[in-house]
C-alpha cells in the first residue's frame, strides 16, 4: 500500500489523466447502457400455442396437450412445464433452469414437437410461440375510426399498420385482435348441387385443385430462358363466382349457380371493446433481450410515419406504453439520488467546516457514480429502478471511504506542520488505509452473498447488490488514489477550529461518556431491555414477499360462465365499461380484451376479459389513494352478479402467471385427476378462503359447466353410405365456423377461401336448426343430420390447467391490510380442518407466498456464510477474536433500530427490508471497525484506560457522525419517494435509516465501554 501511494503522489498528473478518461469512458457507458423498469426476471421460457378447430376442451387435452407433454417432459434443465386447454387451443409453457441458452431450449421443444406431430390430429395447426418473455407485451394501441366498419379497420391494422410495425428493430411479434377478419364465402346450395349430381366433397376437391398455380418448367429460346408456368389463383370474389364446373351430365355451370359468394368473416375467438363500443387493437411484443426502451421509441417513429398514410378519422390510440412507465419509475430513482447527493453534500460541508475539503471529498461522489455505469456497461445490466436503486442505496456510504481518509489529513495536518505537504497527505492516508479497506470490503461481502438468490428475488436484488459492490470498489479505489492527489492541490492546511455546533457536541459528548464509563451497569441493563422488547416486537411485524409496485394504470380480469357467447360477453364488457366511466371520473379510458387474439398468445376464453383501465393524473383525483378508487370500482362490479373479477396490474399480472401459472397474491392449487371432483374441492377452499379477514377478490377459476352438443353417427348409416366421422364433422363444420379451402392473393394481401353457410345458428333454437341441417350422401341425396346421427347436449369442462403432467384446479385471493404469510397460515389451518380430501388429492399453497418461503430459506443460508466471512476479516484486521466479539456485539442494535422502524412505519418484512438488514450488518460492522482500529492505534500512547477510550472517541466523533448521517440522509429521499419502484425500495431504506441511529448510538456510547471493560479485564488478567 505505501509503494502505490507513493507512486501516486509522485505521479499525479498521471492520474488526473486517467480520471478524466474514466470519466470519458463512463459517460458513454452511460448513454449505451438500456432503459428499462424492471431487470429481466423472466426465466427461460418457451411457449407453444397449439389450435384444433372445433376440438372440445376434453378431446384437445386428451389427444393434443397429453401427447404433447409426455413428449416434452423428458428434456434436460426442465424445471417446471404447465398447460391451459381450452375450446379449440392449448398453450403449453416449459420453464427452463437458470442460465439455459433460449436457443438451445427452442430447439430441444422444436425436435421433441416434431417427434410427436405426426401422431396428433391432422387438422391442428401452429407450434412454438414467437422468442419473446412473459414480460414482452410492451405497447398497445386499438385503432378507431368512425367512418369505417369493424372489418375495414381490422383489414388496415393486418395489411397495413402490422407488416410495418414488424420491421422495427427489436419486436418479436405485432398480433392484432377484435373486428372481423375479411374473407370470400361459398355457401353451397346443397339442392342445387343434388340436381347437378355434385358431391360436396367433389366440389371441395375440385376447387382446391383449380385454385392454384402450376410450375411446368423452362425453355431455351436463343440465347434466353423463358419460365412456364399454369395460372388458376383467384384475384376477388367475381373470379370465385365464375369458376365453372362440369355437372354429371357434362353441363358446364358456374359456381355462383350452385350457391352464394358473399364476403364474410372468419369465426371469432376474442373481440377488443374501447370505452364499450367495439374496435381492433394491436399489441407489440418485445424480442426477448432487446431494448424495451430503444425498441418502443422506434415504434412511436414508426407510427407516427403510419398515422400519415391512414384514411380521415383515423386515431391510434394508445393505452398501454411501457416507455411511460420505464421512464416515470427511473426519474423515480434519479430523483432520488439527486436530492441525496445534496443532502450528502450538505452534510459534507457543514461537518468538515472547511469548503476545499468538503469540495475534496464531494468530487468522489460523481467519480464513483461514473465508475459504477462503466463497471454496469461491462457487466451487461441495464439502468432500471433496481440497478439505479441500489446507486442510490450506496450513495451515503460512498463517502466514508473519502471521508475517513479527509478527515484523517485534516486532524494529521494540524499535528505535522512541519512536514511536507505531500509527506503528511501520505502519512495521513496510510495511517486510515488498512481500516478503509477492511471496512469496504466488508460491506461488500455483505451485499455479495445476495447474487446467488435464486428466483424472482435473486433476479430483482443481484443488479442492487451488483451496483453496490461497483459502487463501494469505486469509492475504495478514488479514496485511496484520486483523494490524496486532489487534497495536495486543493486542501490548504491551515489552523481552523472545529464548527462550533461540532465543539459543543463533542464537549457533551465526552461528558456523556464519562458518566457512562463511571456507572455502566444502568446503562447495560437497559441497552439489553431494549434489544428484548425489540425482539418481542419484532413478532407484530408482518411477513410478505415484495411490496407492490404501482404501475400507474389498473388490469380488471373478468371472469363470466363459461358458455356465455361472444357476443353476449362483448355486451357486457361494454355496459361495465360504460357505467365505469360514468361513475368513476378517475378513469380516462377502458380498453377490454376478450377471449384470445388468432395466434394464441394470450389463450383466454370467451368468458375472461382483461380490462384496462387507464386513469387520469393524480392531482384530479377526487379520491384520497388507489385503494379508494379499487374500492369504488369493486363495489359496481359487485353489481353484475356472476362475474368473478380480479384487480392486477400490466407487469403484476404477467409476473404472477410466469411464477405460479395465475395471478393473485395468494394462489390454493388443489391436484387430482376428476373434473368434477376437482371443481367442488376448489369451490369449497374458495368459499373458506372469503371468511379468512383480509380476503379479497377470491376466485376460483370455471373449469366444469362448459356445455357442448354431442353429434354420434349412427352405425347402420355409416356403413350404408360409408359415411366416417371424419367426413361428418368436415360437412359440419362448413354450417358452423366455416372451412377454408384455400387463399385468394391480392398482392400482398391474403384472403382466406371459405365454404360456409349462408344461416347462422341461433342461441335459442340451436338444436333444432342443427337436426335440419341437410347432409349430402354418397349416393348424391341429401338428408336431414338428425336422420343420419343422434343430437344430445352434454357438460364438459371449459378449461383444463395442468402441472408437469397433472391436472389441477386453482384459488386464488388478493389480500388487503395483512401480511401473506400470517394470511396463508390461518387458510392452511382452516383448510385442513374442515376440507378432507379424498385419497390422491394434494394442496400446494403458491403466489406471493410461495416466494416469500423460498426467499426466507435462502436468506437464512446466506446470513450466517455472511457473518462468518465477517468474524474472518475482522480476525484479519485487529489480530484479536476478543476485539472482532466487541465489533459484533454492534449488530444486534444495528437490527434493533430496523425492527423499530418498520414496526412505526407499518411497513412488513419483505426481500427488500431483509435486504435493509443484511446492509445493516455492513454499516454496523464498520462503524465498529473505525473505533476500535483508532483505539488500537493510539493504544500505547496513553497508560489510562478511560482517557485511551474517551480521546479515542472522540477523535473519530466526527468521522463517525459524518459516516451516519451522510448514509442515512442519502437514503432518506428513498423512503420518501412516491413514484412507480418507490415502493420496493421503500422498506429497504426505512430498515437501514432505523439502524443506523441505533448503531451509531452503539458504536458511540456503548463500544467504548465495552472496550474499556476489555481493557480492564485483560490488564488484571
Known amino acids: 500500500m505505501a509503494a502505490l501511494l507513493r507512486f501516486i503522489l509522485t505521479q499525479k498528473l498521471f492520474v488526473l489523466a486517467m480520471t478524466t478518461l474514466i470519466v470519458a469512458l463512463a459517460v458513454q457507458a452511460w448513454q449505451r447502457l438500456p432503459v428499462d423498469a424492471f431487470p429481466d426476471i423472466s426465466p427461460t421460457q418457451v411457449k407453444l400455442i397449439i389450435r384444433a378447430p372445433g376440438m372440445t376442451t376434453a378431446e384437445v387435452e386428451a389427444q393434443i396437450t397429453q401427447p ?6 423428458g428434456i434436460p434443465d426442465q424445471s417446471i412445464l404447465r398447460s391451459t386447454t381450452k375450446y379449440a387451443i392449448t398453450s403449453i409453457t416449459i420453464d427452463f433452469a437458470e442460465g439455459t441458452d433460449i436457443y438451445w431450449a427452442r430447439q430441444q421443444v422444436s425436435e421433441r414437437l416434431a417427434g410427436v406431430w405426426g401422431s396428433l390430429p391432422a387438422n391442428v395447426e401452429g407450434g412454438i410461440a414467437p422468442m419473446s418473455t412473459p414480460l414482452s407485451e410492451i405497447f398497445m394501441f386499438s385503432y378507431n375510426n368512425p367512418n369505417l366498419t369493424l372489418t375495414e379497420r381490422r383489414h388496415i391494422l393486418d395489411w397495413q399498420i402490422r407488416p410495418l410495425l414488424r420491421t422495427v428493430p427489436g419486436v418479436a411479434e405485432v398480433t392484432t385482435m377484435g373486428g372481423y377478419v375479411q374473407t370470400y364465402e361459398f355457401a353451397p346450395d346443397l339442392q342445387r348441387l343434388q340436381q347437378a349430381g355434385i358431391s360436396l366433397e367433389q366440389l371441395i376437391d375440385w376447387l382446391q385443385q383449380h385454385h392454384l398455380n402450376g410450375s411446368v418448367g423452362r425453355i431455351n429460346s436463343g440465347t434466353s430462358t423463358l419460365v412456364i408456368r399454369t395460372e388458376g389463383k383467384l384475384n376477388d370474389a367475381y373470379d370465385l363466382g365464375q369458376l365453372t364446373i362440369q355437372s354429371a351430365n357434362n353441363e358446364p355451370l358456374r359456381l355462383e349457380q350452385l350457391g352464394e359468394v358473399n364476403i364474410g368473416h372468419l369465426a371469432r375467438f376474442g373481440g377488443v371493446t374501447h370505452n364499450g363500443d367495439e374496435t381492433a387493437q394491436a399489441m407489440i411484443i418485445a424480442l426477448k433481450g432487446s431494448n424495451t426502451s430503444d425498441v418502443v421509441q422506434a415504434v412511436k417513429a414508426k407510427i407516427a410515419q403510419i398515422e400519415m398514410t391512414l384514411p380521415e378519422g383515423s386515431e391510434l390510440n394508445v393505452f398501454y406504453d411501457r416507455a411511460s412507465l420505464i421512464e416515470t419509475a427511473v426519474n423515480t430513482i434519479l430523483e432520488a439520488l439527486f436530492a441525496a447527493v445534496l443532502l450528502v453534500l450538505l452534510v459534507l460541508f457543514v461537518f468538515l467546516a472547511d469548503v476545499r475539503a468538503a469540495l475534496v471529498v464531494a468530487i468522489s461522489i460523481p467519480l464513483a457514480v461514473a465508475l459504477t455505469f462503466l463497471a454496469m456497461d461491462l457487466a451487461g445490466l441495464t439502468a432500471n429502478l433496481m440497478s439505479l436503486g441500489g446507486i442510490v442505496i450506496a450513495i451515503g456510504m460512498l463517502v466514508d471511504a473519502a471521508v475517513v481518509v479527509v478527515e484523517n489529513i485534516l486532524s494529521q495536518s494540524q499535528q505535522q506542520r512541519h512536514a511536507p505537504r505531500a509527506h503528511r497527505i501520505y502519512r495521513a492516508t496510510l495511517a486510515v488505509a488498512k481500516p478503509v479497506i477492511s471496512g469496504t470490503l466488508i460491506v461488500i461481502i455483505v451485499f455479495a ?19 453496490i459492490v461497483f459502487a463501494m470498489l469505486s469509492s475504495l479505489l478514488i479514496a485511496l488514489c484520486v483523494i490524496p492527489v486532489l487534497a495536495v492541490s486543493i486542501i490548504k492546511f491551515s489552523a481552523k477550529p ?50 407492490v409496485m404501482d404501475e400507474g394504470d389498473l388490469i380488471v380480469q373478468l371472469e363470466k360462465h363459461p358458455g356465455v357467447g361472444l357476443a353476449e360477453s362483448l355486451a357486457v364488457d361494454g355496459q361495465i365499461s360504460k357505467r365505469l366511466l360514468r361513475d368513476v371520473p378517475e378513469i380516462k379510458q377502458i380498453v377490454a380484451r376478450i377471449g384470445s387474439d388468432e395466434l394464441g398468445m394470450d389463450a383466454m376464453g370467451l368468458n375472461e376479459t382483461d380490462m384496462f383501465i387507464q386513469l387520469q393524473p393524480v392531482v384530479s383525483w377526487q379520491v384520497t389513494d388507489k385503494e379508494q378508487l379499487i374500492e369504488n370500482i369493486r363495489q359496481i362490479l359487485h353489481q353484475y352478479p356472476g362475474i368473478n373479477f380480479n384487480f392486477t396490474q400490466p407487469i403484476q399480472m404477467r409476473v404472477s402467471e410466469m411464477l405460479t401459472g395465475t395471478s393473485g397474491d395468494v394462489a390454493v392449487k388443489v391436484f387430482g385427476d376428476d373434473i368434477a371432483t376437482l371443481s367442488d374441492l376448489a369451490q369449497q377452499i374458495a368459499d373458506t378462503t372469503g371468511r379468512i379477514t383480509g380476503s379479497v377478490d377470491v376466485q376460483t377459476t370455471l373449469i366444469d359447466g362448459g356445455e357442448f352438443i354431442n353429434i354420434r353417427l349412427r352405425p347402420e348409416v355409416a356403413a350404408r353410405y360409408q359415411l366416417t366421422t371424419a367426413e361428418l364433422s368436415r360437412r359440419l363444420r362448413i354450417f358452423v365456423d366455416g372451412l377454408q379451402v384455400g387463399e385468394i392473393t391480392a398482392g400482398k394481401i391474403k384472403t382466406p377461401l371459405m365454404f360456409s353457410s349462408s344461416q347462422s345458428l341461433s342461441r335459442v333454437t340451436y338444436i333444432q336448426q342443427l337436426a335440419q341441417m341437410p347432409i349430402s350422401l354418397s349416393d348424391g341425396s341429401v338428408a336431414p343430420l338428425a336422420s343420419v346421427a343422434t343430437i344430445e347436449t352434454q357438460f364438459g369442462p371449459s378449461l383444463i390447467e395442468r402441472e408437469n403432467g397433472s391436472r389441477f384446479a386453482v384459488v386464488t385471493s388478493n389480500v388487503q391490510q395483512r401480511d401473506i404469510v400470517g394470511f396463508v397460515e390461518e387458510l392452511e389451518q382452516q383448510i385442513n380442518a374442515s376440507i378432507p380430501l379424498p385419497s390422491g388429492y394434494t394442496i400446494e399453497y403458491g403466489g406471493e407466498f410461495e416466494n416469500q418461503a423460498r426467499a426466507t430459506s435462502n436468506l437464512l443460508m446466506i446470513v450466517p456464510v455472511v457473518l462468518l466471512i465477517i468474524v474472518l476479516i475482522l480476525f484479519t484486521t485487529f489480530r484479536s477474536l476478543a476485539i472482532a466479539g466487541l465489533v459484533y456485539a454492534n449488530i444486534p442494535f444495528a437490527l434493533m433500530g430496523g425492527v423499530i422502524a418498520l414496526f412505526i412505519s407499518g411497513e412488513y418484512l419483505s426481500v427488500p427490508a431483509s435486504v435493509g438488514f443484511i446492509a445493516l450488518l455492513g454499516v454496523a460492522v464498520l462503524n465498529g471497525v473505525v473505533m476500535l482500529s483508532h483505539f488500537q492505534s493510539i493504544d500505547n500512547r496513553y497508560s489510562s484506560i478511560d482517557e485511551l477510550v474517551i480521546t479515542g472517541a472522540s477523535d473519530r466523533l466526527r468521522a463517525i457522525l459524518m459516516t451516519a448521517t451522510t448514509a442515512m440522509l442519502g437514503l432518506i429521499p428513498l423512503a420518501l419517494a412516491s413514484g412507480p419502484g418507490a415502493e420496493i425500495q421503500r422498506p429497504l431504506a426505512i430498515v437501514v435509516i432505523g439502524g443506523l441511529v441505533t448503531s451509531t448510538l452503539t458504536t458511540l456510547f456503548l463500544l467504548p465501554l465495552m472496550y474499556a471493560r476489555l481493557r480492564g479485564r485483560n490488564e488484571k488478567s
Open 68 to 73: 404433447i407433454e409426455t413428449e416434452l417432459l
Open 449 to 467: 452473498p445476495l447474487l446467488f438468490l435464486t428466483g424472482l428475488e435473486g433476479k430483482l436484488f443481484s443488479p442492487v447488490a451488483m451496483t
Open 498 to 547: 472545529a464548527p462550533r455546533f461540532l465543539q459543543w457536541l463533542l464537549q457533551h459528548y465526552q461528558n456523556a461518556l464519562k458518566q457512562l464509563i463511571r456507572r455502566p451497569a444502568p446503562w447495560l441493563v437497559m441497552a439489553l431491555v431494549l434489544l428484548i422488547a425489540t425482539g418481542i416486537t419484532g413478532t407484530f411485524v408482518g411477513k410478505t414477499f415484495m411490496p
